[in-house]
């Protein structure tokens, strides 16, 4: 039974996640996203695509000319998930994007419950006790809430298994070197899921064996400094497996860093014991107050609510005389701390000093959203979580009411089940759809789709087309390339009014980039259709999709003599 355990608390968790979650895209799953927000699934659906024809040979790996043309783009410092767009290539290249995209997304809450459950039962050695610690980890608000539009950041299922190869290393119950090359797998992979959480588990996990060597006996530390120089290896050999993703970063400019604001999305401390909408219980009742806290929905990812956390104090107080508790404890609260930013922001007000005005001073890891560290006091929850629900032994007569405590803090957690949250249809127009709109679009043309960046779906559209042609603009971190930032059209571009001289703003904004085809959504024209005409545009419609053709040389004589 033991050897079967482990497959069906996966199965119970897959089931859980599609319930909650994914039920609401499987009634009408057509071009449609788990979650909200499209214009980032549209990036990600993009990205999947890419590293099919990475594999077909027909696109570099990182940095790309499809977008931002005619500069490009280097995609290191986007979210293109390689290491699960690499997985998952084959269903892309059968499905789709969209099919590819809803399999990580449905699948990334039941991962990290299923491996923060591994971890605990390692820990506990009580399967029910794991169960509950692996669902307050898998269904907490820092997974609900990045499911809704940030795979990268829900596909976090690598972090407990990291843990728990490194406890084992430390315990000598995994023969070295396989201990090593498991920690570099699960390393490399995370780096090549998204960069930003490998950096920050990097410094918690560094923060947490310290602790461990502070506050561990003379064994435990003894254990310790034999086992860091395998931990040290297995990390190195990650970040080598990782070093084509993290070369191309650091060689090369990073083309967002100035729209990087992590002094915008904090942890507010107000949001630990107020729940926000994505939250079935209290979430609409409260929808008010949680709308004045920090960042932005799917960033506001700390609430644990008032019995979860007293569940997870009495975890680390009944076995506060292992330093393994403490240890736990500790790097969880520290986690939460660091989650709070660079000043103490209550109800959106911020206040004073915080411990991460410190850390954002350090280079790179400085660019991170402190509110997202918040991931690893949720892993500390949930350990807490099995230590408190956990069997001492056949004597424990009090064990049933903790594990109905501590079930009962977790149904305050579950998703809402408002399906406008977990379900956004792509409404595709007909000639994207079906190719017969980009058809007459030759190779490595450069398009300029409209409506402009998130506010449409241009990258969607180019991944249909398998990237045939290069985009001018882009979604692909919301960051406006430093050749396109001085052009007056850009506001208009992205909804503003149009420029006094809008004519001769688009000319230079279409000369620049050397535009041949405008694709606009018939249903979302704006104020472009009379504009290209003016410039010598060639319109025709196609099946719910407005072209413009456009002579480059032609737009090019205009704008230099404008």
Do not use: K
Request: a positive charge; aromatic letters at 8%.
């Amino acid at each position: 039974m033991r050897r079967v355990e482990p497959l069906l608390v996966l199965l119970g968790y897959a089931l859980a996640s599609v319930l909650l979650i994914g039920r609401h895209l499987l009634r009408a799953p057509a071009d449609a996203v788990v979650g909200s927000f499209g214009a980032d699934q549209g990036f990600f659906a993009w990205s999947l695509v890419h590293w099919v024809e990475v594999l077909r040979l027909a696109q570099a790996p990182f940095l790309t000319d499809r977008i931002d043309a005619p500069v490009g783009f280097n995609l290191a410092w986007a979210t293109t998930i390689p290491g699960p767009a690499l997985l998952l290539a084959p269903l892309t290249a059968l499905a789709g994007p969209l099919a590819s995209y809803n399999a990580l997304a449905l699948a990334a809450p039941a991962l990290a419950a299923w491996t923060a459950y591994l971890l605990c039962r390692h820990l506990t050695a009580d399967p029910l006790a794991a169960i509950l610690g692996g669902w307050a980890f898998g269904f907490s608000s820092y997974l609900l809430g990045q499911t809704l539009n940030h795979v990268n950041l829900a596909l976090v299922w690598a972090l407990p298994l990291i843990v728990l190869v490194a406890v084992r290393l430390i315990e000598g119950s995994v023969r070295r070197q396989r201990g090593v090359l498991a920690l570099a797998a699960l390393v490399g992979l995370q780096y090549l899921t998204f960069t930003e959480v490998a950096a920050t588990a990097t410094l918690v996990g560094a923060l947490a064996l310290g602790l461990a060597l502070a506050l561990g006996g003379a064994e435990l530390r003894g254990r310790i400094a034999r086992a860091l120089p395998w931990i040290g290896a297995g990390y190195g050999l990650g970040v080598v497996i990782a070093s084509p993703l993290i070369l191309t970063a650091l060689l090369h400019p990073n083309p967002i860093s100035g729209r990087i604001r992590p002094e915008l999305y904090p942890l507010d401390l107000a949001n630990v014991l107020i729940p926000t909408r994505i939250t079935w219980i209290g979430g609409e009742r409260f929808a008010t107050r949680s709308a004045e806290f920090a960042g932005n929905l799917t960033e506001q990812l700390g609430y644990v609510g008032p019995v979860l956390l007293a569940v997870a104090a009495l975890g680390w107080i009944r076995w506060r005389r292992r330093p393994i508790a403490t240890v736990i404890g500790l790097t969880a609260l520290a986690a939460g701390v660091l989650a709070l930013g660079a000043r103490l922001t209550i109800d959106g007000v911020p206040g004073g000093w915080m411990p991460w005005a410190e850390v954002e001073r350090l280079p790179l890891i400085g660019l991170a959203l402190p509110g997202r560290i918040v991931v690893y006091a949720w892993l500390g929850i949930a350990l807490l979580v099995a230590l408190f629900a956990a069997r001492r032994d056949g004597a424990d007569r009090a064990w049933p009411a903790r594990a109905a405590l501590a079930a009962l803090a977790l149904v305050l957690l579950l998703p809402t089940q408002d399906g406008r949250w977990w379900r956004t249809p792509l409404e595709t127009p007909p000639g994207i759809a079906s190719g017969s709109a980009t058809r007459d679009i030759a190779d490595d043309a450069i398009v300029l789709t409209l409506p402009y960046s998130f506010r449409g779906n241009g990258m969607y559209w180019q991944a249909r087309d398998r990237m045939r042609w290069r985009q001018a603009g882009s979604y692909s971190a919301a960051a406006v390339p430093a050749a396109y930032a001085g052009l007056p059209i850009m506001g208009a571009l992205y909804g503003g009014p149009l420029p006094p001289d809008a004519r001769d703003a688009l000319l230079d904004y279409l000369a620049l980039t050397g535009t041949e085809w405008v694709l606009i959504d018939a249903r979302q024209p704006g104020p472009w259709t009379g504009l290209l005409r003016e410039v010598g545009g060639e319109r025709s419609d196609v099946d719910g999709v407005v072209r413009f053709r456009l002579d480059p040389g032609r737009i090019r004589a205009q704008a230099d003599g404008a």
